[in-house]
């Protein structure tokens, strides 16, 4: 691993295939940036046109170099790509990025393309980096290998952070931000279409290098589930946080999905899930991505004081209000100070008023009194963070204003400052010293939320595969396929009785019943009339049935109809839903959220990848609030959560079962505690 990551990050010599002798064309940018930042290795430019590229000597091919390059960069057009990387492979190049695009983002032909630049690579035991990258940028060796324009700034600025994003433009965007704020980065890494080398592995090689403190990820998507995963949990094993910015809400799930399951999470939810169980930090401004990392730096969120407020000093009282209040807005308690603390700060001259807001600005705005409130606070151990919010004398006075702030480190509690104006300067210092300093409240709400929130892998889960026999049967099951299959899972489901349309209805039903089209081209059947409750008699359930079948028919012509399936009406105190489907980013998740036709609207839920065990089963259904209901809310009877719990841990056990690709029980009526939960109708689609 630390080899690869040297002949991506820290190559002793440089290609660049197609360099051009223009520097402000694309293809010369590369040789002009490292010239520019003084790049201490040496350069090859390949360029069969040209003796000479922007004064440096140049080279008609890659063989006739007299040395084996680290690392190639190839920036000459799509068509020339392939034969580039077979000309690095076979001179032995151990690193070869390709710029061009025009390949799997270009459909089935351009990812034959792909393709075939990967077979060349894996064949020599080369590692390919691209296509699509704009390279890489090392900013503690000045190794300045990229195309992007960011890199026409004066001077990088050096830092113990490594950046790798699937947009090669985000690169520069992190450089020039964080540089703006006094935020260095040690490297920063355009992976492109992660054809061969991935995210993940390029993680698994950065967490073991001593000059790299944390890791920062923008995606647009996971591409590589397995490797990232272990990228994560490896960071987590050696005390190094991952801390992730992803894109949004991909459709991909809800097209795919039939059931509620699929339309009420998306493949967003299912990432959210996904970072949270390989001990990943996922943050939602993107801002926080770089201002975040000093908050984790040297912490474990095995100690992170999760039952403990948030407090916030400040000298200007609507500063410090904005903070209060996107903090609470996005779940984060904020408390003031104790009547301890104020007596306390009160025998000093400091006397504050009650409220969440610690404010010291009547106190007087002054060195001593703002170093001395953040020191009773930070050595009070009452709070998980405090955060010092400062005005205008951030902005004028950076010597006076932050040094509070820093001379107030080194205490157990964690410390933080928001610059209410725009402040570069201060905020710099606050990076120098090593403290977290934001520059909108936003981002400071979101950061201290992703800190409260941070928690460690959770452990792998192994359960017993179902005894199920699958195979040869594909597509949607009817309700009764699908109650059969849960009860498999050792499932309780409803009692049902199949009548086909001519079936005589038997004497021996208790009413009252309800009456459901049977068919598994009908997913959701009370939006085509396919449902009827409540039915009191033989006469009442006859013409249910055929109404359901006249109504279901007439709405869906083309479905196959089986019959009306008859089961009992049942009574419990609340109905869930619980649902499984196998994302197309991060594999198989496991859904709680209420139950019922409302399902969607409600937008409640909680989702973990599957399988769960019965720990997880329970947090996920404290996490639904409508769930509140069956756990003695307002003196509200207890339903059996530990059933519902053993019920989600079930019907997880289909991610042992490739062929299902979801399955949804709504509603489960939960019943009172000790009575357990029954399944009232299933939904199951095998791929």
Same mark, same amino acid.
């Given at each position: 691993?630390?080899?690869?990551?040297?002949?991506?990050?820290?190559?002793?010599?440089?290609?660049?295939?197609?360099?051009?002798?223009?520097?402000?064309?694309?293809?010369?940018?590369?040789?002009?940036?490292?010239?520019?930042?003084?790049?201490?290795?040496?350069?090859?430019?390949?360029?069969?046109?040209?003796?000479?590229?922007?004064?440096?000597?140049?080279?008609?091919?890659?063989?006739?170099?007299?040395?084996?390059?680290?690392?190639?960069?190839?920036?000459?057009?799509?068509?020339?790509?392939?034969?580039?990387?077979?000309?690095?492979?076979?001179?032995?190049?151990?690193?070869?990025?390709?710029?061009?695009?025009?390949?799997?983002?270009?459909?089935?032909?351009?990812?034959?393309?792909?393709?075939?630049?990967?077979?060349?690579?894996?064949?020599?035991?080369?590692?390919?980096?691209?296509?699509?990258?704009?390279?890489?940028?090392?900013?503690?060796?000045?190794?300045?290998?990229?195309?992007?324009?960011?890199?026409?700034?004066?001077?990088?600025?050096?830092?113990?952070?490594?950046?790798?994003?699937?947009?090669?433009?985000?690169?520069?965007?992190?450089?020039?931000?964080?540089?703006?704020?006094?935020?260095?980065?040690?490297?920063?890494?355009?992976?492109?279409?992660?054809?061969?080398?991935?995210?993940?592995?390029?993680?698994?090689?950065?967490?073991?290098?001593?000059?790299?403190?944390?890791?920062?990820?923008?995606?647009?998507?996971?591409?590589?589930?397995?490797?990232?995963?272990?990228?994560?949990?490896?960071?987590?094993?050696?005390?190094?946080?991952?801390?992730?910015?992803?894109?949004?809400?991909?459709?991909?799930?809800?097209?795919?999905?039939?059931?509620?399951?699929?339309?009420?999470?998306?493949?967003?939810?299912?990432?959210?899930?996904?970072?949270?169980?390989?001990?990943?930090?996922?943050?939602?401004?993107?801002?926080?991505?770089?201002?975040?990392?000093?908050?984790?730096?040297?912490?474990?969120?095995?100690?992170?004081?999760?039952?403990?407020?948030?407090?916030?000093?400040?000298?200007?009282?609507?500063?410090?209000?904005?903070?209060?209040?996107?903090?609470?807005?996005?779940?984060?308690?904020?408390?003031?100070?104790?009547?301890?603390?104020?007596?306390?700060?009160?025998?000093?001259?400091?006397?504050?008023?009650?409220?969440?807001?610690?404010?010291?600005?009547?106190?007087?705005?002054?060195?001593?009194?703002?170093?001395?409130?953040?020191?009773?606070?930070?050595?009070?151990?009452?709070?998980?963070?405090?955060?010092?919010?400062?005005?205008?004398?951030?902005?004028?006075?950076?010597?006076?204003?932050?040094?509070?702030?820093?001379?107030?480190?080194?205490?157990?509690?964690?410390?933080?400052?928001?610059?209410?104006?725009?402040?570069?300067?201060?905020?710099?210092?606050?990076?120098?010293?090593?403290?977290?300093?934001?520059?909108?409240?936003?981002?400071?709400?979101?950061?201290?939320?992703?800190?409260?929130?941070?928690?460690?892998?959770?452990?792998?889960?192994?359960?017993?595969?179902?005894?199920?026999?699958?195979?040869?049967?594909?597509?949607?099951?009817?309700?009764?396929?699908?109650?059969?299959?849960?009860?498999?899972?050792?499932?309780?489901?409803?009692?049902?009785?199949?009548?086909?349309?001519?079936?005589?209805?038997?004497?021996?039903?208790?009413?009252?019943?309800?009456?459901?089209?049977?068919?598994?081209?009908?997913?959701?059947?009370?939006?085509?009339?396919?449902?009827?409750?409540?039915?009191?008699?033989?006469?009442?359930?006859?013409?249910?049935?055929?109404?359901?079948?006249?109504?279901?028919?007439?709405?869906?012509?083309?479905?196959?109809?089986?019959?009306?399936?008859?089961?009992?009406?049942?009574?419990?105190?609340?109905?869930?839903?619980?649902?499984?489907?196998?994302?197309?980013?991060?594999?198989?998740?496991?859904?709680?959220?209420?139950?019922?036709?409302?399902?969607?609207?409600?937008?409640?839920?909680?989702?973990?990848?599957?399988?769960?065990?019965?720990?997880?089963?329970?947090?996920?259904?404290?996490?639904?609030?409508?769930?509140?209901?069956?756990?003695?809310?307002?003196?509200?009877?207890?339903?059996? &959560? /530990? =059933?519902?719990?053993?019920? %989600? #841990? @079930? !019907?997880?056990? +289909?991610?042992? *079962?490739?062929?299902?690709?979801?399955?949804?029980?709504?509603?489960?009526? &939960? /019943? =009172?505690?000790?009575?357990? %939960? #029954? @399944? !009232?109708?299933? +939904?199951?689609? *095998?791929?």
């Amino acid at each position: 691993m630390s080899s690869l990551l040297d002949a991506l990050i820290r190559p002793r010599s440089v290609a660049i295939i197609g360099a051009s002798d223009d520097p402000k064309k694309t293809s010369g940018r590369p040789q002009r940036y490292l010239a520019r930042h003084d790049y201490k290795g040496r350069v090859y430019p390949i360029n069969p046109g040209r003796e000479t590229v922007q004064g440096a000597q140049a080279w008609p091919s890659l063989d006739a170099v007299p040395e084996v390059v680290d690392h190639a960069y190839v920036v000459a057009g799509t068509k020339t790509v392939l034969p580039a990387v077979k000309a690095c492979a076979a001179c032995g190049v151990k690193m070869v990025t390709v710029l061009a695009d025009g390949f799997a983002e270009d459909g089935p032909a351009g990812l034959a393309r792909q393709e075939q630049l990967v077979a060349v690579a894996q064949a020599s035991k080369m590692r390919l980096l691209g296509p699509n990258s704009m390279g890489v940028i090392n900013c503690s060796d000045k190794t300045a290998f990229s195309v992007n324009a960011a890199l026409d700034t004066d001077t990088l600025l050096p830092g113990r952070l490594m950046a790798i994003s699937q947009s090669g433009s985000i690169i520069g965007t992190l450089l020039s931000r964080g540089q703006a704020q006094g935020i260095g980065f040690h490297s920063l890494i355009s992976v492109g279409n992660e054809s061969d080398l991935t995210v993940g592995q390029i993680g698994q090689s950065a967490v073991a290098d001593p000059e790299i403190d944390a890791v920062l990820l923008f995606l647009e998507s996971i591409r590589d589930p397995e490797e990232l995963a272990v990228f994560g949990r490896t960071a987590h094993e050696v005390g190094k946080p991952v801390i992730v910015y992803k894109l949004g809400r991909s459709e991909a799930g809800r097209e795919l999905a039939v059931s509620h399951t699929g339309a009420v999470t998306g493949s967003d939810a299912a990432a959210d899930a996904f970072f949270r169980t390989h001990g990943m930090v996922r943050v939602e401004q993107f801002e926080s991505l770089f201002e975040l990392p000093s908050l984790l730096v040297g912490q474990t969120p095995e100690a992170v004081p999760r039952d403990k407020p948030v407090a916030v000093v400040t000298t200007t009282g609507g500063g410090g209000a904005m903070v209060v209040d996107r903090l609470e807005s996005v779940g984060v308690p904020v408390a003031g100070v104790s009547e301890r603390l104020r007596s306390q700060l009160a025998e000093q001259g400091i006397h504050l008023r009650p409220g969440r807001l610690t404010d010291v600005t009547l106190a007087g705005a002054r060195y001593k009194t703002m170093l001395a409130a953040l020191t009773a606070l930070l050595d009070s151990r009452e709070f998980s963070s405090v955060v010092a919010a400062i005005g205008s004398s951030a902005q004028f006075h950076p010597e006076l204003a932050v040094q509070p702030i820093i001379d107030s480190k080194g205490h157990a509690t964690s410390l933080a400052g928001f610059m209410v104006p725009h402040a570069e300067a201060s905020l710099k210092k606050l990076a120098q010293a090593g403290i977290p300093g934001f520059r909108t409240a936003e981002t400071c709400a979101d950061s201290m939320r992703a800190f409260m929130e941070w928690h460690p892998p959770r452990d792998r889960v192994t359960l017993p595969p179902p005894d199920v026999e699958l195979s040869g049967v594909s597509g949607m099951l009817n309700e009764n396929e699908a109650l059969s299959l849960f009860q498999k899972l050792g499932l309780k489901t409803i009692e049902t009785l199949i009548l086909k349309p001519r079936d005589p209805i038997p004497d021996t039903l208790a009413w009252p019943v309800a009456a459901k089209v049977l068919s598994a081209d009908v997913p959701h059947k009370t939006e085509v009339g396919g449902v009827v409750l409540n039915l009191h008699n033989a006469q009442e359930l006859a013409e249910a049935r055929a109404r359901i079948l006249e109504q279901v028919s007439a709405t869906l012509p083309e479905a196959h109809i089986e019959g009306v399936a008859v089961q009992p009406m049942a009574k419990g105190l609340a109905e869930a839903l619980v649902g499984y489907c196998v994302d197309p980013e991060v594999g198989p998740t496991i859904t709680v959220a209420m139950g019922g036709v409302l399902a969607e609207i409600y937008e409640d839920t909680a989702l973990e990848l599957a399988p769960v065990d019965h720990g997880t089963a329970r947090a996920m259904i404290e996490r639904v609030k409508g769930l509140a209901l069956i756990r003695g809310y307002r003196r509200l009877p207890h339903g059996d &959560v /530990k =059933a519902l719990a053993q019920a %989600v #841990v @079930a !019907l997880s056990r +289909l991610a042992s *079962l490739p062929q299902v690709q979801e399955a949804e029980i709504n509603p489960l009526l &939960v /019943k =009172a505690e000790g009575e357990g %939960v #029954v @399944a !009232l109708d299933g +939904l199951v689609r *095998l791929g």
